[in-house]
Each structure stands twice: as C-alpha cells, then as structure tokens.
C-alpha cells in the first residue's frame, strides 16, 4: 500500500480523497495555488505545497509543479480527482517515468477514449451497443449525405476531440448538412486543434444513462450500476440519481455484465464510466469518462463501497475488495450540483459565504469543502457542494430530500438550492419522468 498520496486537486473532491486516505491510514499531500491557501482540504492534509498563482494552467494543470511537489514531499501516487489533470494521458506517463503512481487507468487507456472516434470504434469491437453513424472521421460533403441517409435524419456532427458539449451541430435536412459539417470543422478546428468530425443518428428523447466500472487491474471488470444523469443544463449535469428510474433489475444487469466485460477485455485499471443515450430500451454509447465522476456518491449511497478506497487498493496492485455477486444495489440515491450560481441566470457567483449550515440525520451525506467565512475564489467552476440524500426507495429519498433541502442555509452569495427545492416538488421530477431537453425546457417556461 502507499505511504504518501498527492492530491492534485482542490474544492469538494480534494477533501472527499483526502478522507478516503486517512480512513486507509495514507498520509496525504496537497497541492494548492495561492487563491487557496486557506481552503479546507490545504487545512485537514498532513503537508501542503504551494505549486502557483490563481490560473489553473499556471497551478493545478502545471505537470512540471506538480511532479516536483510529489519528489520533494516523497509522495508514491497521485490522486487526480476529476476535471484538471485527471484524463491526461501524459501527465498519467509523466508520472510513470518516475516512478509515482498515478491513481487511475494506463496513459494509453486514457489516449484511447479521449479521441472520440476511437472510443467509439473500441467500444464497439468490445460489444458495447453505439449510435448508429460514419465509422470513423468524415470530411467530404458527399459522403456525409450518403451516410445520413443511410441512419435518417436527424444527424448529429460531433468533434472526435470534442468534450463539455463543443464542436456538436445537428441537422435536420440534406439542405442543413453542408452548413453543420463545415461549422463543426472549424469549430473543432478553433477549439481543439483538431477538426475531425463524425456523424450519428440524433436521438431526439433519450436519457442520460451510465454505468460505474471498475478493473481490478488483473484482467478482471465489474460494474457497479448506473446513473441517471438527464437533468442536464447546457450538457452540464445538475441531479443524479442512482438506480435510474427508467430501468428495471433486468436491464441493469445486462447493460452492466456488457460493461464489466468489455472492461475486462480491454484489461482496464481503475473506475471509469461507460456513459449512453438512453430511448425505446436501447442503449447508445456516447463516451467513456476514465476517471472518478462528480456524481460517484449516489453509487456509493445504494452500493455501501467506498469508490475512492477501491481506487486506491486497485492502483496500489490488491485488487478490489468486492466480487461482482457480492454488490447489491440497495435503496434509492440523488445527488443535487449546489453551485455558487444565480438559480435561475445561472452566471456565477463568487464572493464570501457568510453562513453555512448543512443538513443532517438518517440518510443525509454533504460533500463540500467550502466553510462560514470562506471566500470562493473567482478562478475556479462554481461547484460549491453536492447534497446527497439516500432511501429505501425513490419516493423515501425524495421525501428526505425536500426536508433536507429546506435545512440547507448558504447565505452571502447566490446558489442553486432554490432550483432543487422546486424541483422537488414537481409532477414529472417525483414520476421520474423526464429526459436530457426537460430541465431546459422547464427553465424555458419559468422564465
Ligand atoms: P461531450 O464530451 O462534449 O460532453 P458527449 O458525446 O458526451 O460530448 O455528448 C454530450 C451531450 O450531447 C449528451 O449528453 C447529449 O445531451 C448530446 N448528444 C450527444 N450525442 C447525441 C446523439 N447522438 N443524439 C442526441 N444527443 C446527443
């Protein structure tokens, strides 16, 4: 097992690592820039290092700081959380070089699913089920119509560099396709340095479904269910929720042995995420996330498994403390993004929380690193704490949720909790009845 792990994060999930460490007896490193020098995960660590000014680019992105932090303080891994670092195939081969651990799959798994056309192309040889569309990149006009013909319109043209939603144009006619294809090209071009482009079927309802994987690092996949992310606004999610409403225990352990086996073939290491559109009872793979997701906590909440531990364990060489027959999905899960945002313009938010007071009691989980008399830097998401309310059963866990929503006091700047408390008093919300266009277009009508 590791001695020493750096955290190269910050926020919520630098402190939900750090926990995972101390519970498994690690002694914890973090690294911080100097807009977060007084940030509560730099308090609870055993060591901090100051790796740089506010910009994420000149700290918490910079490989060079960071190895640097890890040979002075002897750290023997990296914890990347997500966002930042955390899907970088060479920071994960930087650190491989010398000889630090990085907590997650091999740069080579990592370089495979963040080219989307390959991604794609890889799940599909694994028997993963994909959007139907071009194999692989397209760049003549004519091809693109042949192709769009063939699966119907609409069609969407995805960047295979793509991610948080850029470089995605959808037509609706042959007469659309000219004009979305060449739009996407110099959109991918501009943001990505790469224009390749792909085409699939455009789903017009589906959900957002995706399903926890892990590999035990010895040729060995497990799943550990899925997510339901629909409520999604501008492709950034907002609830989760764990099991999905819209699956019964039969289609879940399909989707899921065809995950698990697909990551075991693919001799993956580590958690990751097999996300699909969701419409009609099939599924389509859209992407895999090789890394630990924001929303991992209401997989926690129904499973009873630490995620983080089993990261560690896995990327320490002990495998993972569960067989497949030994997970048990029990009970209902959602997670609500509370960001420091207007709730309704949803522009940020920063400035100093005044007070802060958390719920409480059977069921209730905050992760949030942030305190009274914090002051949340401007240079960073808006992501602030996530609620996490566990039942016996959706209707239970909603119950819990709306009282703890109403215990939930953030004062001095603007968050997101006025959007869950009215979510959670909705018809369609308490059917779990809506898909990835309801939360905009019920955003649309409160206007
Ligand atoms: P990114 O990595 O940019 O987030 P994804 O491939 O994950 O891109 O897609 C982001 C979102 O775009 C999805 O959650 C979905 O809302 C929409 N989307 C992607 N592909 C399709 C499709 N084939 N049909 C309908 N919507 C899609």
Redesign the pocket.
Known sequence: MFQKILIANRGEIALRVLRACKELGIQTVVVHSTADADAMHVRLADESVCIGPPPSRDSYLNIHQIVAACEITGADAVHPGYGFLSENAKFADILAAHNITFIGPSGDHIRIMGD?IEAKRTAKRLGIPV?PGSDGAVTEEKEAKRIAAEIGYPV?I?ASA???????KVAHTEADLEVALQTARSEAGAAFGDDAVYI????QK?R?IEVQVFGDGFGRGVHFGERDCSL?RR?QKVWEEANSPALNAEERSRIGSICATAIADLGYSGAGTI?F?YENGEF?F??MNTRLQVEHPVTEAITGIDLVHEQIRVASGGGLSVKQEDIKFNGHAIECRINAEDPRAFTPSPGTITHFHTPGGLGIRVDSGVYSGYRIPPYYDSLIGKLIVHGRNRVECMMRLRRALDEFVVDGIKTTLPLFRDLVGNADIANGDYD?HWLEKYLAKEE
């Open positions: 989307k959007v969407i995805k793509g991610g948080g939603g850029r470089g995605m699939e079927k455009y789903l589906p957002h999604q492709h996300e559109l389509y859209i992407e990835i």
